[in-house]
T-cell receptor, first 110, second 110 residues
Framework: DGGITQSPKYLFRKEGQNVTLSCEQN?????MYWYRQDPGQGLRLIYY???????QKGDIAEGYSVSREKKESFPLTVTSAQKNPTAFYLC?????????FGPGTRLLVL | GQQVMQIPQYQHVQEGEDFTTYCNSS?????IQWYKQRPGGHPVFLIQ?????EVKKQKRLTFQFGEAKKNSSLHITATQTTDVGTYFC??????????FGKGTLLTVNP
């Protein structure tokens, strides 16, 4: 069953804590993306990667970090430097220019 | 950077009424895509428009790309409760990056 999986579905972060959101795809797509969605703000690009071991900052990269050690995986770390992390985080991968999204992770701050 | 403006932000209709959302850019777009996000869900690709003046239909949905490739619209004829959700336009750019509009939230009163 092909697709994009994200885990966990809900994640709680304490003040000063780093948390990592998982994104895995078995679609054999080269490019992967992380977006943040806030109510009324649409989707804003955090980081993207077009190939293994390479990634670029998006429009709102501050306070986030990523790695791309495997084609299938593109984890996102929300660091303690991100002062307003509460949001819905969406991972996507691309064939051509069409993006396929995972189910998302909702991050909440305790 | 590239920006796309989407209007209206919200639209409430009675079931059976028509609905239109508009997407505008100050720059010429190479292509434009439309996505639908159901409440609590993730964006799902609907269609891509590439050619100037292009019109595509999917059942009750009609998508248009302006002659100058700076605007696009999505029109739904005779809305149904299953049409509820947020509709996003997304402008294609370099490196397969997409710039998303803020979306139009459609609610349908049965």
């Amino acid at each position: 069953d092909g697709g994009i999986t994200q885990s966990p579905k809900y994640l709680f972060r304490k003040e000063g804590q780093n948390v990592t959101l998982s994104c895995e795809q078995n679609l054999n797509h080269d490019a992967m993306y992380w977006y943040r969605q806030d109510p009324g703000q649409g989707l804003r690009l955090i980081y993207y990667s077009q190939i293994v071991n390479d990634f670029q900052k998006g429009d709102i990269a501050e306070g986030y970090s990523v790695s791309r050690e495997k084609k299938e995986s593109f984890p996102l770390t929300v660091t303690s430097a991100q002062k307003n992390p509460t949001a819905f985080y969406l991972c996507a991968s691309t064939i051509g220019e069409t993006q396929y999204f995972g189910p998302g992770t909702r991050l909440l701050v305790l | 950077g590239q920006q796309v403006m989407q209007i209206p932000q919200y639209q409430h209709v009675q079931e059976g009424e028509d609905f239109t959302t508009y997407c505008n850019s100050s720059t010429t777009l190479s292509n434009i895509q439309w996505y639908k996000q159901r409440p609590g869900g993730h964006p799902v690709f609907l269609i891509q428009l590439v050619k100037s003046g292009e019109v595509k239909k999917q059942k009750r949905l009609t998508f248009q790309f302006g002659e100058a490739k700076k605007n696009s619209s999505l029109h739904i004829t005779a809305t149904q409760t299953t049409d509820v959700g947020t509709y996003f336009c997304a402008a294609g750019g370099s490196n397969y990056k997409l710039t998303f509009g803020k979306g139009t939230l459609l609610t349908v009163n049965p």
